[in-house]
């Protein structure tokens, strides 16, 4: 395996990027530059055959200026009048759009009418499909997150998943466009898709079935007390409903006698502002600056709290991850800066671009970088980049595992020479994205090659789901985790599992079960836990084996978290 790509994926992608090559070599000015280049140099080399052998003069095409806009109308208007074929200029208008935009940063985009509605659905509300998010790395498609529940978790995709085929169709490295995408994952409820994933670290292609299904798609994925007295919100995203759900959610965790929360923002892609105002609110005193706004045709917005949160003085920990981005930044950079949490896990993504919507008549539109987000102490969110090159941009994550900063904090990037200060006078950096405060690394111990191979062929859930069809009738009964926790522990589901992952063809070697044990029983039975109690049944159970979150425990049990995480480092 070469860095983070196996060579399937290599393959797959020398192939398309020879086919594509010379699309490839301009970038959204260079594209129309090509174009009429192309247009002019190839056509007019013909023509010049034909006008020579005539006599007749060449044409000069007749331009107000010798703008590359105003050379690309003159081309459209050529096209229109003199191509042989007749063609629609709309399809040949609408790939220029994207190429245009890819000139500038990585989050502005131009969308097509279908392919606005698709990307806004998340958002809003249930849909039948996959239940994935993701993004489309130039050729790729990239799995951004996992909805919580839905199709794709049951049958084991991960984020990070780079999906190579759809039903033996290819689709890395052709430039596929996303509603292209969507058509292929997206379906009826009930019918099957199957799926070629790339996995980092995994060497060959990973073959998958998904049935479709509703979408669930809640901002929370579970709220729970996980040991006396503490409460966990895990929150996906910031939706239309976030505050409504969050609201309910402090509610439930109250009357269960919550006293310190943990607040779980990894995986959480981001979302509507208004949803991170409001959740950062209820820990802020009255007047609090959460992030400010600010671009050079914009002037600087403050996003500041309106009243007194109503947990603003409860002890709280917030947990991040790589794949925290966004408005789950701007919580955790409000938090950090008025020093009123303390951050556990590791680097955020560092996406703080600011996209305005424009909409054209047709339902399509365009996402626009207008402006960006700094944190209450003046640290811009955004991670760096460089105009066009949203292929390195968006390979950071990947570089991120290769140079070991998901392993060791000594790996991480900080831009020292731009040090900021904290309400309370603590030094905090820039550089992209928001550094916890205490660092947790990604756990490798216990990760044995039979728990690979088990967890690659996703044998855990599908064992989980054939238990759960055998066991339905006795299982329903239970309505609290901890009874049904009990109860699994009784049976025999280990000696279950290693007797099915066998007739699959996988048997732990000397030691294995001792190195992976425990992790492969706990994580049967919390999604055992999930078929009977949804979510609430699965994150109680997985916490005891989540070193991020058992950290994060250790730290709000503290009378000053902020103070114990500066102790821990």
């Given at each position: 395996?070469?860095?983070?790509?196996?060579?399937?994926?290599?393959?797959?992608?020398?192939?398309?990027?020879?086919?594509?090559?010379?699309?490839?070599?301009?970038?959204?000015?260079?594209?129309?530059?090509?174009?009429?280049?192309?247009?002019?140099?190839?056509?007019?080399?013909?023509?010049?055959?034909?006008?020579?052998?005539?006599?007749?003069?060449?044409?000069?095409?007749?331009?107000?200026?010798?703008?590359a806009?105003?050379?690309?109308?003159?081309?459209?208007?050529?096209?229109?009048?003199d191509?042989?074929?007749?063609?629609?200029?709309?399809?040949?208008?609408?790939?220029?759009l994207?190429?245009l935009?890819?000139?500038?940063?990585?989050?502005?985009?131009y969308?097509?009418?279908q392919?606005?509605?698709?990307?806004?659905?998340?958002?809003?509300?249930?849909?039948?499909?996959?239940?994935?998010?993701?993004?489309?790395?130039?050729?790729?498609?990239?799995?951004?997150?996992?909805?919580?529940?839905?199709?794709?978790?049951?049958?084991?995709?991960?984020?990070g998943?780079?999906?190579?085929?759809?039903?033996?169709?290819?689709?890395?490295g052709v430039?596929?466009?996303?509603?292209?995408?969507?058509?292929?994952?997206?379906?009826?409820?009930?019918?099957?898709?199957?799926?070629?994933i790339?996995?980092?670290?995994?060497?060959?292609?990973?073959?998958?079935?998904?049935?479709?299904?509703?979408?669930?798609?809640?901002?929370?994925e579970?709220?729970?007390?996980?040991?006396?007295g503490?409460?966990?919100?895990?929150?996906?995203?910031f939706?239309?409903?976030?505050p409504?759900?969050?609201?309910e959610a402090?509610?439930?965790?109250?009357?269960?006698?919550?006293?310190?929360?943990?607040?779980d923002?990894?995986?959480?892609?981001?979302?509507?502002?208004?949803?991170?105002?409001?959740?950062?609110?209820?820990?802020?005193?009255?007047?609090?600056?959460?992030?400010?706004?600010?671009?050079?045709?914009?002037?600087?917005?403050?996003?500041?709290?309106e009243?007194?949160?109503?947990?603003?003085?409860?002890?709280?920990?917030?947990?991040?991850?790589?794949?925290?981005?966004?408005?789950?930044?701007?919580?955790a950079?409000?938090?950090?800066?008025?020093?009123?949490?303390?951050?556990?896990?590791?680097?955020?993504?560092?996406?703080?671009?600011?996209?305005?919507q424009?909409?054209?008549?047709?339902?399509?539109?365009?996402?626009?970088?207008?402006?960006?987000?700094?944190?209450?102490?003046?640290?811009?969110?955004?991670k760096?980049?460089?105009l066009?090159?949203?292929?390195?941009?968006?390979h950071?994550l990947?570089?991120?595992?290769?140079?070991?900063?998901?392993?060791?904090?000594?790996?991480?990037?900080?831009?020292?020479?731009?040090?900021?200060?904290t309400?309370?006078?603590?030094?905090?950096?820039?550089?992209?994205?928001?550094?916890?405060?205490?660092?947790?690394?990604?756990?490798?111990?216990?990760?044995?090659?039979?728990?690979?191979?088990?967890?690659?062929?996703?044998?855990l859930?599908?064992?989980a789901?054939?238990?759960?069809?055998?066991h339905?009738?006795?299982?329903?009964?239970?309505?609290?985790?901890?009874?049904?926790?009990?109860h699994?522990?009784?049976?025999?589901?280990?000696?279950?599992?290693?007797?099915?992952?066998?007739?699959?063809?996988?048997?732990?070697?000397?030691?294995?079960?001792?190195?992976?044990?425990?992790i492969?029983?706990?994580?049967?039975?919390a999604?055992?836990?999930?078929?009977?109690?949804?979510?609430?049944?699965?994150?109680?159970?997985?916490?005891?084996?989540?070193?991020?979150?058992q950290?994060g425990?250790?730290?709000?049990?503290?009378?000053?978290?902020?103070?114990?995480?500066?102790?821990?480092?």
């Open positions: 395996m070469d860095g983070m790509w196996n060579r399937e994926v290599d393959r797959a992608m020398d192939e398309a990027r020879a086919v594509d090559k010379a699309k490839r070599l301009n970038r959204a000015t260079g594209y129309v530059a090509l174009l009429v280049i192309s247009l002019i140099a190839i056509g007019l080399c013909g023509y010049t055959l034909y006008e020579l052998r005539s006599g007749r003069p060449l044409q000069i095409i007749q331009v107000v200026d010798n703008s806009g105003e050379k690309l109308r003159a081309v459209l208007e050529k096209i229109r009048s191509y042989v074929d007749s063609v629609s200029l709309d399809s040949v208008e609408e790939a220029v994207p190429a935009l890819a000139e500038l940063d990585p989050h502005s985009e969308f097509p009418a392919e606005l509605e698709a990307v806004q659905e998340p958002l809003r509300g249930d849909f039948e499909g996959i239940g994935v998010v993701f993004n489309m790395l130039t050729d790729t498609v990239i799995v951004q997150s996992v909805i919580a529940g839905g199709p794709s978790e049951r049958a084991g995709i991960e984020a998943d780079r999906i190579m085929r759809v039903d033996s169709i290819g689709i890395a430039k596929l466009r996303q509603d292209s995408v969507v058509r292929l994952l997206r379906g009826a409820r009930g019918t099957r898709v199957r799926v070629e790339a996995r980092l670290g995994v060497e060959g292609l990973i073959p998958i079935e998904i049935v479709r299904d509703k979408i669930p798609l809640k901002s929370i579970a709220a729970y007390v996980v040991e006396d503490i409460g966990v919100i895990r929150l996906s995203r939706a239309q409903k976030t409504k759900e969050f609201g402090l509610v439930r965790l109250s009357e269960q006698g919550m006293q310190r929360l943990i607040l923002l990894r995986g959480n892609g981001g979302g509507y502002l208004q949803g991170a105002h409001f959740v950062a609110s209820q820990f802020l005193r009255k007047g609090s600056l959460i992030t400010y706004i600010q671009g050079r045709r914009r002037a600087r917005q403050d996003l500041v709290t009243r007194d949160g109503p947990l603003r003085n409860i002890p709280l920990v917030l947990l991040t991850d790589e794949l925290s981005a966004s408005s789950s930044e701007i919580v950079g409000a938090m950090q800066d008025n020093d009123r949490a303390a951050i556990v896990g590791r680097r955020t993504f560092g996406k703080g671009l600011v996209q305005e424009f909409e054209f008549p047709d339902g399509s539109g365009l996402r626009l970088t207008v402006s960006r987000y700094y944190t209450p102490s003046g640290r811009s969110i955004q760096p980049y460089e066009g090159e949203k292929r390195a941009y968006n950071d990947e570089e991120r595992w290769e140079n070991g900063e998901l392993y060791e904090r000594d790996s991480i990037k900080l831009d020292t020479l731009r040090a900021f200060r309400l309370g006078g603590r030094t905090v950096y820039g550089g992209g994205g928001i550094m916890p405060d205490v660092f947790v690394p990604l756990d490798t111990m216990g990760n044995s090659r039979f728990l690979r191979e088990v967890s690659r062929r996703a044998l859930v599908k064992f789901q054939r238990y759960l069809d055998g339905r009738e006795e299982l329903k009964r239970f309505r609290d985790v901890d009874a049904l926790q009990r699994l522990r009784r049976q025999a589901v280990e000696r279950e599992f290693l007797a099915y992952a066998k007739s699959e063809g996988y048997t732990p070697g000397p030691g294995e079960m001792a190195q992976s044990g425990e492969i029983l706990t994580q049967l039975h999604n055992i836990a999930r078929g009977v109690l949804d979510n609430e049944g699965y994150y109680p159970i997985i916490s005891s084996i989540d070193n991020t979150l950290r425990i250790e730290l709000v049990k503290k009378k000053d978290p902020i103070a114990a995480a500066a102790a821990m480092q």
